[in-house]
């Protein structure tokens, strides 16, 4: 069942530029321009596109706190702007470039008082806490005033609060933007576990394509406002046109081996490059490699999402 | 209304408990925030030394006028103050984080920082109002108690609806502190002084515009039992709790237009 609905939805601006000297122009920028699609509860979405693709006004629509332009959306059964306060209790968001802790408070006084805002009983609280501040590794954190938190322990923090209320969807935009790589690693497998567990629908947006890969089952990338694809990652790869290559070492130099379905990119002494489409199998080009040349050793190397999404991107 | 009322509670709990850390600076400095106020309305006095009235006053009448308008404003600010930090909480982005929450983000913006030192002012304006209750001469009668309180209440919330008003324009434009400021602390210096020392528009405009007479001058010419030097409506003075509902409606409609008008940051 989809918990979030859109149709055509789009959001302008109205930007005022200095423009002379007393005139002033006025300039309309469409941030989102005509987007649809669905998600279902229980799903995993990633959403990515270039810098001012409409990406975070996208969430700001679907959480109320910017009403759209045009277009129907629904969440768990509510218009977001209309009904935002109410959506509140069911959503929990975090923003990974600004807090929405209090910034004097210390966590423990910022969590209990969202405990107390979103009305979590007693013991459900204090359940939450201790599994969050086990799972976030919060701990020693927790007497810490949020301005002398670092980033990346404020982003911890605030995504602990964003789950205190048991939200059943949650939205994070860039929630790992600044993270070194093993905060990283551990913010994704939390990720894919509240989901695993709870069955919480998590849509995040993110420039980091490896957090797509590990929680996203699917991806949805917008560019210039206008969805450009919504699929899984392997549809997204063949999509894009995106290759794999087999890297083969052999016995001896060779000219380019021809192996039916591979192209020869490159050739370094006895070691070929041989790229072919992403979604077909590497088993038949191996196996016909082996036997019609001395193979001395392979490896193969996926595509790297990036490529897959500037091809995307050139296509228009 | 109820669970707006208990989310202020909330709030401004949270940061009467943590200021309370320091106690020593919270009681320096509410004792600090009176004295200051206190050495406002001295300088009133000391004018006094050199004329007999002002506009028609004496000076335990200007008294009534500067108490009812400084505990008006002392009480509003205590209670709402902080929206003057709406323009700062729109531009850094934290005002998106109040309208994901499930309480008005209103509640949220006025609680928030709450700060139990501006009861000092609030203190100042009490002793003033009570010494100037007592030197002027009045003949009262229990209208006359109801009327001063229904304006107390009323007053606070005239200046309460100026602060939402103030914020509703920070909620658009990201910043009109300056604005704001002009209405709140420069609608309470203008009304310290009776009305009548002023030109007849000025009168006008926070009758009709923004009600600020309502707030003190009305009222005190009832208690007072003075005749209008404008000659406008003797009704009036009794109208300051009609008033303070308008001001109030009109500061809830601008406030919810701002708030869907809202554009956040496009970072
Ligand atoms: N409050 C605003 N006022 C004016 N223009 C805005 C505002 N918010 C966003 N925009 C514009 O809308 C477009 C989309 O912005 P948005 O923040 O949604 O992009 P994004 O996909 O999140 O980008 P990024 O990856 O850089 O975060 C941009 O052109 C941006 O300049
Ligand atoms: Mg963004």
């Not at chain 1, 979405?45 to 270039?50: D, H």
């Not at chain 1, 209790?89 to 008082?113: E, M, Q």
């Not at chain 2, 002002?54 to 103050?81: C, I, K, N, P, R």
């Not at chain 2, 103030?166 to 502190?177: I, K, N, P, S, Y």
Request: glycine share 8%; aromatic share 8%.
């Amino acid at each position: 069942m989809a918990v979030i609905e859109v149709t055509d939805l789009r959001r302008t601006f109205v930007v005022r530029s200095k423009g002379g000297r007393l005139r002033r122009e006025r300039r309309e920028v469409v941030a989102v321009d005509g987007v649809s699609f669905g998600i279902d509860a229980g799903e995993v979405v990633g959403f990515i596109g270039p810098n001012g693709a409409g990406k975070s006004t996208t969430i700001k629509m679907l959480t109320g706190i910017l009403v759209p332009t045009s277009g129907r959306l629904h969440v768990d059964g509510l218009d977001p702007s209309r009904r935002r306060t109410e959506l509140a209790r069911r959503i929990g968001v975090v923003f990974g470039h600004r807090s929405g802790l209090w910034w004097d408070l210390p966590l423990r006084d910022s969590f209990a008082l969202l405990a107390r805002i979103y009305d979590v009983p007693r013991d459900r609280y204090r359940t939450n806490l201790a599994t969050l501040v086990e799972l976030l590794d919060l701990a020693p954190l927790l007497d810490v005033p949020v301005r002398q938190l670092s980033l990346g322990q404020r982003m911890r923090g605030d995504i602990a609060a964003a789950l205190l209320h048991d939200p059943p969807i949650l939205y994070l935009d860039e929630p790992t933007i600044g993270l070194d790589l093993i905060s990283k690693a551990r913010l994704r497998d939390f990720l894919r576990d509240l989901n695993a567990e709870r069955g919480t629908t998590i849509m995040l947006t993110t420039h980091d394509l490896v957090d797509i890969e590990h929680i996203c089952r699917r991806v949805m990338v917008i560019d210039a406002g206008r969805l450009v694809f919504d699929g899984d990652l392997t549809a997204l790869q063949r999509v894009g046109g995106a290759t794999r290559t087999v890297v083969v070492d052999l016995e001896t130099q060779l000219e380019p081996v021809r192996v039916p379905g591979t192209t020869v990119t490159r050739v370094e002494g006895p070691r070929q490059w041989l790229s072919f489409p992403a979604h077909s199998s590497a088993a038949p080009i191996v196996s016909a490699l082996a036997a019609a040349y001395d193979v001395v050793d392979l490896s193969i190397q996926e595509p790297a999402i990036e490529d897959v999404i500037r091809l995307l991107y050139a296509a228009g | 209304m109820a669970s707006s009322l208990r989310a202020y509670g909330l709030i401004a709990g949270a940061w009467v408990r943590a200021s309370m850390t320091y106690r020593a600076s919270f009681v320096a400095m509410t004792v600090g925030q009176a004295l200051i106020t206190l050495i406002d309305f001295a300088a009133i006095a000391i004018m006094f030394s050199h004329i007999d009235e002002l506009g028609g006053f004496t000076l335990g009448e200007v008294a009534l006028l500067y108490g009812m308008s400084g505990f008006a404003l002392g009480a509003a600010d205590l209670l709402m103050g902080n929206t003057e930090q709406l323009g700062r909480r729109v531009r850094d982005g934290s005002f998106d984080a109040m309208l994901v929450r499930p309480v008005a983000p209103l509640v949220q913006i006025a609680a928030d920082q709450f700060a139990l030192r501006r009861v000092g002012r609030i203190t100042q304006a009490v002793a003033v109002l009570g010494w100037g209750l007592a030197a002027s001469n009045i003949d009262w009668s229990v209208p006359k108690v109801l009327v001063l309180l229904a304006t107390l209440v009323s007053g606070s919330v005239i200046f309460c609806a100026v602060f939402v008003l103030g914020g509703a324009f920070q909620v658009l434009a990201g910043d009109a502190t300056e604005v704001m400021n002009a209405f709140t602390y420069g609608g309470n210096t203008l009304t310290q002084f009776p009305l009548s020392i002023y030109p007849a528009e000025v009168v006008r405009s926070v009758t009709f515009i923004v009600p600020l007479a309502f707030v003190n001058w009305y009222p005190a010419l009832y208690l007072l039992d003075v005749e209008d030097p404008f000659g406008l409506p003797s009704a009036l003075q009794y109208a300051s709790p009609v008033a303070a509902v308008l001001a109030a409606a009109a500061a809830a409609v601008a406030w919810r237009a701002g708030v869907r008008r809202y554009r956040s940051t496009g970072s």
